[in-house]
């Protein structure tokens, strides 16, 4: 157990609709990092929230927004949601912000969309 | 940013120790070198990490290349339980996060 909690597990939904993604990073951890992984694109970097602030960004899609709470917790944002977002989204976090701080990551969410 | 170059697939008995190559050429005088894994159904964990020396922890050893354009991650005695993707990552500049390549899967075989 990595400490890094995820819900929901699963996911089903229709095209075009929108949904939320949470994340609860470890105790003590200040960034939270979210990644989307698919058959075909392997684990792709999105987004990066140190402490509330955008920290760093990856290939994230117009269509999809992310933030962190006073509490740290993290929340992604998918909309207008296509068949080729599909995926398991994981959310990592660390201590600080390095490149070279390790990360730890939750068991991921599965989205299905129909 | 440095890149990596893994075999896609390794395979390997159980109880026999298991050497994963990476080479990594571009990569620069203060990178570190990360390896995480990925088992089945689960998200990435960390294994190792290393600069110049070889580095040992509980579930690896890492060996650096003394020209730091190579390193192998070693795995003393393979168990079912290491069938896995491995990923050897160098981190991007200055901030920017780790970036995951498509990894070595390991099959071990009973």
């Known amino acids: 157990d990595s400490g890094v909690t995820q819900t929901p597990k699963h996911l089903i939904t229709a095209t075009g609709q929108r949904v939320t993604l949470r994340c609860s990073p470890r105790?003590?951890?200040?960034?939270v990092y979210w990644y989307q992984q698919s058959l075909d694109q392997g684990l792709q970097f999105l987004i990066q929230y140190y402490n509330g602030e955008e920290r760093a960004k990856g290939n994230i899609l117009e269509r999809f927004s992310a933030q962190q709470f006073p509490d740290l917790h993290s929340e992604l944002n998918l909309s207008s949601l296509e068949l080729g977002d599909s995926a398991l989204y994981f959310c990592a976090s660390s201590e600080r912000a390095w490149s070279t701080d390790t990360q730890y990551f939750g068991p991921g969410t599965r989205l299905t969309v129909l | 940013d440095a890149k990596t170059t893994q075999p896609n697939s390794m395979e390997s008995n159980e109880e026999e120790p298991v050497h994963l190559p990476c080479n990594h050429s571009?990569?620069?005088?203060?990178?570190?070198i990360h390896w995480y894994r990925q088992l089945p159904s689960q998200g990435p964990e960390y294994v190792i990490h290393?600069?110049?020396s070889n580095v040992n922890n509980r579930m690896a050893s890492l060996a650096i290349a003394e020209d730091r354009k190579s390193s192998t991650l070693i795995l003393h005695r393979a168990t079912l339980r290491d069938a896995a993707v491995y990923y050897c990552i160098p981190p991007g500049s200055g901030n920017t996060p780790l970036v995951f390549g498509k990894g070595t899967r390991l099959s071990v075989i009973a």
């Open positions: 571009t990569i620069s005088g203060t990178d570190y």
């Open positions: 105790s003590g951890d200040l960034s």
């Open positions: 290393g600069l110049t």
